[in-house]
């Protein structure tokens, strides 16, 4: 056990925090300068309930990632989340839990297909899980022509829109999934493996873990994840949406809040505290380019610079700690 | 191992390959097309017969209004008090928007910005704010607004079913409501406001293609995307008259919106069936696109639809096709921030506000044709007696 | 952690590398059988060369894309580069002849720039290529809609739209010969000398082992950088392509990037770089355009499209991997 790498949870506060207190005060002042109010209560609630939404999925992301894989299929994952829970449901309450059962069954099917493809099945993730996402892309578009079902009245109340003060209880909820997603990393004999695993498949195999069903476990809570995503957004919309996790960006954004949390996309180090922390940031721009009524291109452009200059910023770290 | 492994997918690709074409997939909202002979298939499960015939119906009203300016004028309408929004300006206007995407947004959006340019004494602050093309976005985006002291906030749904909560929640603040483009599933917006839509759209330009080709030809339909609520509608309403005029329809493909894929499949189409005699599109980005394709095959056009944009309208003008044109009108971005005044001038509005929609033929082209505009610019802007015209728009 | 590693993490199973073009032909076979069962006038002269013609872009994406992959990284910037080429070239172009050529000029020099910011910003600065790519797919689509205010303006001559739409008609035997496809003709020639060469050589063995080819003297960063140049540059000759087979629009490029890996992958080469070949991510863009078509002679369902798709290119890759591990 000793000869595998530092669980994140010993790493100090991720250099993500430190952007994000730098943007968001920088954000505050010009916004301030502009006439207006970043931190009022509404526009607060906004910028935590965009962030829940990614966020689910990120953490997820954190997870295959660390162990050197990718998953791209999570878009679909979610859009077709949104349409399980939704139409299980039909708008009554009592099915509520049932169909929140399905739905984290059908995306922890997904992940365990998107799993042993990487693994048993030997294909490279980034295209095993492109592949999985046309299969549902194909399943989502032939089958839906729009919104359908009817989210559980009880579940849109509270997922949906119930808040503690200025933050949501899906901010919450994201917040526990975290923080079990960093016990799990920090604490479990699977996370030390999943790193492991991540950051020398050879050493970690040579140690006696067993490689694929570490991999496929991070593929199945990826996917769990997305689900998640999906539940969460079915409250938030009130119906399952086909296109809600594509129009959303939900795979490349998630992939980009990873590594601007400071995890390695080589997987092995990293962790999801970091990726809270990005997801936080991206957040946080969308709500001062918001509040700036700037054009969304701009703020494309910007984020595109941040995602580089963060991941190089890193680069920086690790050579000079490297050198030392 | 390893033939046996290659048989299976040999297998595997035959039975991929056979079972598309024979079995019609069987789930009750597919739209796809059937074999030749056997109609379109099922009806899309949002088809509304009542909408559909409304729809319809409208394309033969009169409109009232002033008649050089359809952006103020309303088909059948019915006017609603509005004396409780009564307030003093000059006014605080907040906008949430789906998205910028795409060039009939684009053209819209600067639309709405000259309107707001040209009641500019009345009007002290505009706020936009986009929402990306994602509900969860908007969502966030309209309860942010809440919290800015609007005086009146306009929505452009991104979908439908799924922004109808955030705007009831934005109606439960005493706000006046406008929503334009799509619509939401309630009543509490004080207006609602909207060209005729896309069984309109879609009818038009399916009647117009079924009735020029010759009976029983073959039709390509070109779509841009499945699951988007106005372009659903417009498929369905040119299924009915496809149906109705017993046109085969050979294909139903998604383009995409990209002009090279459009054209290698209708190349593929041609090829495939020697000729195609009609296309009808549920929007007219890619009409050019469809067009080149028969014209670089050596192939006559068929009867086509397009849409108001620059770019179908030359093409059609120098080649002579057999085209007709159904809008979906951008200067309906006008109109909210019309409504938008008089609500806070406490007068009346007509609720639903219904826009006359337009039909671009050959006998009114001229009138639309602008060769000094871009060309995805849409003609039916009514934008050319607003502040910054052209320029703006280039 | 080095840009290296990154990549040959996203491999992490490598057993089924190979360099072999047998698979990729097989699979290219069946579809040809499929396609002339059903369209048997596919396989005639004329008709084939069109479809040659209008895969070219695709195909030298595909190629473009080899060169960064077998060095052992990625590419995910050429889609964006490809829009915003074309939506540069009408701005530029404005519907002026006279300024058709020196715009194709600044394309390609557009194009081996943003392959070299790609390289430099991999290489020197050590971001994985995954990242700066997709920061650069970001910063691409949305400085181009920044830069034309969300719709393209001008437009194309019809000197510069021959290039991917006209053919020279009346060849014997062949019928016509698209120019793209006599342009993809030259620059295929040209990439197999080029991997054929000591740069070509270099390059798989930067991507096979950077340690030990740094070791032996590469200087392993400029061959990564020139390889994303020319990525660059193919996917600057793919826009003037692209832009005038289909003409202008913001969709010009959408997932071409997407297209152009699961091309080469499909053609039997390697993601983490060091093993295939170029011919074999050439025929694996074939494979894909082939697979598009036959979907539209056997009438596949619009809206299912995708997941036949899927499924045959998970199918193909998996047999292939299989193929290999089993040996």
Known sequence: ?324 | MKRCLAAVAAVTLLTLAGCATDTPVATPSSTESAPAGAGTGEQSKFFDQTDYDNELALLDATATGPADKPWEQALNPTLVDTTKFKKAGPYKICFSNAALNNPWRQVGYKTMQAEVAAQGDRIKEFVHVEAEGKDQKQIADINDLLGKDCDALIVSPNTTATLTPAVEAACQTGLPVIVFDRGVDTDCPVTFINPIGGYGFGHVGAEFVSQRMKPGGKLLALRILPGVDVLETRWSAAKVAFDKAGVDVVGVEFTDGDPAKTKKIVDDYLQRYGTIDGVWMDAGAVAVAAVEAFQDAGKPVPPINGEDQLDFLKVWKEAGLTAIAPTYPTYQWRTPIIAALRILDGQQVSSPWKLPQPTITQENLDSYLDADMPPLHYAMCGCTDLPGYPQRWK | MTTQTVSRRLAPLRRWNSGGILPILAVLVVLLVLVAARQPDFLSPPSLMSFLGRSAPIILLAAGQYFVIVSGEFDLSVGSLVTAQVVVAARLIDSDPSRTWPVVLVLLAGGALVGLVNGLITTRLRVPSFVTTLGMFLILVGAVYLWSDGAPKGGLTDQFRQLGRRAVEDVPVFGRLPYALLVLLVLAVAAVLLMRSDFGRTLVAVGDNPRTAQLSGVRVWRTRTIAFVLSGLAAAVAAILIGGYGGVSFQAGAGLEFGAITAVVLGGVALGGGRGSVVGAMLGALTLELLFALMNFYGVSGALRPSVQGAIILLAVAVSARRFSSR
Request: with cysteine; charged share 10%; net charge positive.
């Open chain 1, 1 to 324: 056990m000793s000869a595998l790498p530092l669980s994140p949870a010993r790493r100090p506060v991720p250099g993500v925090f430190v952007a994000l207190g730098l943007t968001l005060a920088i954000g505050w002042l010009v916004v301030a300068i502009d006439g207006g109010q970043l931190f009022n209560q509404s526009t607060t609630v906004s910028l935590l309930h965009v962030a829940a939404g990614l966020g689910f999925v990120a953490v997820g992301q954190t997870l295959v990632i660390l162990g050197g894989s990718l998953d791209l299929s999570v878009a679909y994952v979610v859009s077709l989340s949104t349409l399980v829970a939704a139409e299980t449901m039909n708008g009554s309450n009592a099915a509520l839990l049932p169909a929140i059962g399905l739905t984290l069954l059908v995306s922890a099917g997904i992940g365990l297909f998107n799993g042993l493809l990487v693994t048993t099945g030997q294909i490279n993730p980034f295209i095993a899980t492109l592949g999985v996402g046309l299969l549902l892309k194909g399943y989502l578009d032939s089958r839906y022509d729009g919104p359908a079902g009817s989210t559980a009245p009880a579940l849109v109340q509270t997922l949906g829109y119930q808040r503690v003060g200025p933050v949501p209880l899906s901010f919450l909820l994201l917040l526990a999934v975290a923080g079990a997603c960093w016990f799990l990393l920090s604490r479990t004999r699977f996370g030390h493996h999943l790193i492991a695993v991540g950051g020398d498949p050879e050493v970690a195999r040579l140690s006696g873990v067993r490689n694929d069903r570490v991999r496929v476990t991070a593929h199945v809570l990826c996917s769990l994840c997305a689900g998640l995503a999906g539940i969460y957004l079915a409250s938030r919309l009130g119906s399952g949406a086909p296109r809600v996790g594509t129009e959303g960006l939900y795979d490349l954004e998630s992939i980009a809040a990873v590594v601007i949390g400071g995890t390695a996309l080589a997987g092995g180090r990293g962790g999801v505290v970091g990726t809270v922390g990005g997801v936080l940031l991206l957040a946080g721009i969308d709500a001062i380019f918001n509040q700036l009524a700037v054009d969304a291109f701009a703020k494309q452009v910007v984020r595109g610079v941040i995602i580089i200059a963060a991941v190089a910023v890193y680069a920086r770290r690790a050579l000079r700690k490297a050198d030392r």
